[in-house]
């Protein structure tokens, strides 16, 4: 089985702008939730996904959003970027919740 | 709040044995994993405990302690390989939300 893919693997952005990230889980896998890894702070939840609802939500602002399709597949959207969310962003898929999480390769943002 | 601690670093050599511990206080529990992560790569994996006791898988033990709040994960045969970052992690409430600690970074010399 292919394991988790996100894309884009790398991306720059400049303060202020938005963007959004993909990513798609594991063949079967129901449940999405995303992580935030900072060297300062670490590994944060942002929120899970499951079944396309929202299952719960991490202490981020409301600047972070996400959402999942039919397919499972998810987007995660960062609004107004600021330089402090420049951060890997990983994605992790599990078959059900709560289950063991697998994570993808991660999309680094650089925001300048 | 959630809090997890585990030692920064850790030096061990090749073919030797090592304990990564890890203790936790967070608003509830249902489940601790252990993942590891090579620098540049995504966490990958290694074990969960929900029980009390040890859990088995090759080279790699994990132990857990509800009463006490304490984890450790237990590393035999020790290869270069092994050098890494191991997150230990608290599944605190019902679905997939995880609290991880700060990590360990395991240096493994020959």
């Known amino acids: 089985k292919a394991g988790v893919t996100q894309t884009p693997r790398y991306l720059i952005k400049t303060r202020g702008q938005q963007v959004t990230l993909s990513c798609s889980p594991i063949?079967?896998?129901?449940?999405v939730s995303w992580y935030q890894q900072t060297p300062g702070q670490g590994l944060q939840f942002l929120f899970e996904?499951?079944?396309?609802?929202?299952?719960n939500k991490g202490n981020f602002p409301g600047r972070f959003s996400g959402r999942q399709f039919s397919n499972s597949r998810s987007e995660m959207n960062v609004s107004t970027l600021e330089l402090g969310d420049s951060a890997l962003y990983l994605c992790?898929?599990?078959?059900?919740?709560?289950?063991?999480?697998?994570f993808g390769p991660g999309t680094r943002l650089t925001v300048l | 709040g959630q809090n997890i601690d585990q030692p920064t670093e850790m030096t061990a050599t090749e073919g030797a044995i090592v304990q990564i511990n890890c203790t936790y206080q967070t608003s509830g529990f249902n489940g601790l994993f252990w993942y590891q992560q090579h620098a540049g790569e995504a966490p990958t994996f290694l074990s969960y405990?929900?029980?009390?006791g040890l859990e088995e898988k090759g080279r790699f033990s994990s132990f857990l302690s509800r009463s006490k709040g304490y984890s450790y994960l237990l590393l035999k045969e020790l290869q270069m390989k092994d050098s890494a970052s191991y997150l230990c992690?608290?599944?605190?409430?019902?679905?997939?939300?995880?609290?991880f600690g700060a990590g360990t970074i395991l240096r493994v010399k020959s």
């Open positions: 996904y499951f079944s396309e609802t929202q299952r």
């Open positions: 405990n929900v029980l009390d």
């Open positions: 992790a898929s599990s078959p059900s919740s709560p289950d063991t999480q697998y």
């Open positions: 063949s079967g896998h129901r449940s």
């Open positions: 992690a608290v599944r605190p409430e019902y679905g997939n939300k995880l609290v």
